[in-house]
């Protein structure tokens, strides 16, 4: 994104706002990343980070006030109907043997972390050039990365095809890609419409698994697919006396 700020005209924030954008980009980027990933390697099951983080929408919702957004009933049976769907996807994933009591810390410090990071970025910096934006949040998370590698880290890389495809991925479709959708949505949407969206990702990540990979893909999965779906829409359906959004 750097190289692209180069070749681009782009427009650079102010200072002020460099400062939020950087906050912002510690709290999505890196404290997220760094909570999940770090709970995982320490023993805990993805099913169970999914649900830890799959909390995400009710919590934005409970701290939507701070940005001056109303909860409506109707979004916050969405909200738990969203939920419930993503417990019943993950159900058989789940386990809770020998997880150490630190997993469950960074999997909470990864909800907090993504959560007030989008509520910050909603009230502080929404509207900004996503290159020059993007640059500067994985510029500091980039930092930070760092200094965590080389104190708990060894450094050791396996370099093959599969390495570099994942980290491709990770990139242009995920970093790159995806988190410039986030911050357009960010921009133009109630914080806890944009957060809702999350729930979409347990059910697609095992219907992904189910055609690709030949995962089973079992009834219960199927009920949970649909009550996310029904709870999304729920949550994001128009409404008299809704927030202007932020013009571009």
Known sequence: MAAFSLVWKINWPNISQIRHIAIAGLLLQFGYLIGVWWAVRL??????VAIIVGLQPIVTAWFAAWIS???????WVGLGFGF?????VVAEKIG????PLISYVLALGALLSITFGTLYQKKYCPVFDLRAGSSIQFGISAIVCFICMRLFETGN???????????LWAIFPISIGS??????????????????LLYLTPPTTASMAWLLFNEPFTA??????????TGVVLVNARQQNTLPTIPE
């Open 220 to 229: 219960m999965m199927g009920i949970g697919l649909g009550l996310t779906m």
């Open 96 to 99: 809770f043997t020998h997880i």
């Open 69 to 75: 957004e109303k909860v409506t009933p109707r979004q």
């Open 157 to 167: 890389m396996v370099w093959n095809i599969p390495v570099v495809s994942a980290l």
């Open 84 to 88: 419930s769907g993503v417990a019943l």
């Open 43 to 48: 023993g805990m099951t993805a099913g169970l």
């Open 179 to 196: 988190m410039s959708l986030l911050f357009m949505m960010i921009r133009k949407g109630a914080a806890t419409k944009v957060t809702s």
